[in-house]
């Protein structure tokens, strides 16, 4: 399909639902308009959105120098679709003296304080970093030609390269960001990076608990926590030391990262429950060319050949699981595009619990469908702990899911930053009379609106999630791991 065909198609949708106002419904309002392209946006949590626009026109402002480029700063919501790339208009009055008074820089610019900002057009999906030209022609049914891939239209116009930033020279002959950055444009972006650095910096102080005994800078990278958290989990609930085999229910946990350290690295058997696909790291795959390396050996040790064993379900899962998951990360990247359907927005918009009962008593898919080759033919598979991926969400015992887990009967319930299902496993536990830890992450106070602390508050920020979760039992203990962001514990052990 020609490219200017697609946009139309594109449009259409887009104008399906909502997202685009073309006609003069967006002049209203009284106030002054400006519409341009999103170059970058920082959302600083709810109730503050910072979106840099590049104007059509310039803005005329108070100091009296026409500018094109607003700073604008918002109380609003700003939906995802309002991404770098997309065309939109919006509401502004020039900010305060007092306002400008606090302002750490002075980039060139208007600042401004925006409202009622409409998308006029979405994103080129050209304009989102890693979407490749292979990934289109696979899985974008037609509705872009790749041809325009690295066209004026393309990538090129957007980012900065980072090793550019950097001031070194770029070796990535597949590079498609920008490499021809004035020296002013240099510097503007490595103080608009710093200021990011800071405003991260400061974000982390503040969310700092006086109870963590861990200081940050002896904390772990949050990559690490997977294996912290499953050691921990392995010595407190004793998985390794029982008499008898093991099972744990790891809730939410993404890709598997979790998962593959208490099943691969310790030898505990698990089932994940999580919708998306699973998938095997660079460094994942490493450790199991190692163990089958050590594990396929004629005078293999058993315990290297149920390690070995192991690792095999997990090749075997991500085999299965390699074209689905490459087809949702493509929905991912490019959901807030031009070429999304709504069905695509759904599939990344964090949901609700579902109350229709037919979502709850859906069926769901079991991996490894089949038995890996090495292990159908190996005497010693039997001894080798058992991996499950349910490919579904878990929101409560009462579904088929839950029935499923009930039959499995896992000893311990485990959710690592497990999102909306976090009260789920706590719930869930605590009915099962088993053990779990979670370490709870985002609250969603817009998906949970009924949730009240024990002294009847709404359950909107960090803490009164953590107050609201602790006051279901108190059994529930809480602890902290030593790695980087959120690392609370709570937690529940059973005799
Ligand atoms: C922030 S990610 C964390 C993934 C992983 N635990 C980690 O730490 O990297 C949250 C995950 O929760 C999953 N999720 C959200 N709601 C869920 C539910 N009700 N049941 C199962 N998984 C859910 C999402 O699909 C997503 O993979």
């Not at 950055?181 to 103080?191: G, I, N, Y």
């Not at 058997?269 to 089958?292: D, F, K, Y």
Request: proline share 4%; charged share 30%.
């Amino acid at each position: 399909m020609a490219t200017m065909g697609v946009e139309r198609v594109a449009f259409a949708r887009a104008r399906q639902r909502g997202t685009v106002v073309r006609a003069r419904a967006d002049e209203g309002g009284g106030g002054r308009r400006a519409r341009g392209t999103v170059r970058r946006v920082a959302r600083m949590g709810r109730g503050l959105t910072f979106v840099d626009v590049e104007c059509d026109d310039a803005l005329k402002t108070r100091g009296g120098r026409g500018t094109s480029t607003a700073f604008v700063k918002t109380s609003e919501r700003v939906g995802r679709g309002v991404r770098p790339g997309a065309r939109v208009s919006f509401a502004w009055t020039e900010q305060d003296e007092a306002e400008r008074a606090t302002r750490r820089d002075d980039r060139d610019g208007a600042y401004v304080d925006g409202s009622e900002i409409v998308i006029l057009d979405p994103a080129p999906v050209m304009s989102v970093a890693n979407v490749r030209k292979e990934m289109l022609e696979r899985f974008g049914g037609g509705l872009i030609d790749p041809s325009s891939v690295g066209s004026a239209r393309g990538m090129s116009s957007f980012g900065l390269c980072k090793a550019t930033l950097r001031g070194e020279q770029c070796r990535d002959p597949n590079c498609v960001r920008r490499h021809d950055a004035s020296d002013e444009e240099l510097r503007l972006a490595r103080e608009s990076r710093e200021r990011a650095r800071e405003r991260s910096r400061r974000a982390i102080e503040a969310e700092r608990s006086d109870d963590d005994p861990h200081g940050e800078a002896n904390k772990e990278a949050k990559c690490v926590s997977d294996r912290l958290f499953a050691e921990w989990c392995v010595e407190t609930f004793g998985l390794k030391t029982s008499e008898k085999d093991t099972l744990v229910a790891d809730i939410a946990g993404g890709s598997g990262t979790l998962s593959f350290e208490f099943h691969v690295n310790n030898g505990v058997g698990c089932v994940l429950v999580e919708p998306r696909c699973v998938s095997l790291t660079p460094r994942q795959r490493a450790t199991w060319n190692n163990l089958r390396r050590r594990g396929a050996r004629e005078d293999a040790k058993p315990a290297a050949r149920e390690a070995w064993l192991r690792s095999e379900l997990w090749v075997k899962c991500a085999d299965e699981q390699n074209e689905t998951r490459m087809k949702e990360h493509f929905t991912r990247l490019t959901a807030y595009t031009e070429i999304a359907t709504d069905e695509d927005v759904n599939a990344v918009s964090a949901a609700a619990p579902p109350s229709d009962r037919s979502v709850l008593d859906a069926h769901f898919e079991e991996f490894p469908r089949a038995v890996p080759r090495a292990i159908a033919g190996c005497d010693a598979a039997v001894n080798v702990a058992p991996f499950t991926h349910v490919r579904a969400e878990f929101w409560s015992l009462d579904s088929s899911v839950g029935e499923k887990l009930k039959r499995m009967r896992p000893d311990v319930l485990v959710g690592m930053h497990a999102d909306q299902a976090t009260e789920a496993i706590i719930d869930a536990a605590l009915a099962l009379n088993v053990g779990f830890a979670v370490v709870p992450c985002c609250t969603f106070p817009e998906l949970f609106p009924h949730r009240r602390t024990p002294t009847g508050g709404p359950v909107s920020s960090y803490s009164d999630f953590i107050e609201y979760l602790c006051a279901k039992d108190p059994s529930i203990q809480r602890t902290f791991l030593p790695f980087k962001g959120r690392n609370q514990v709570l937690f529940r052990t059973v005799d």
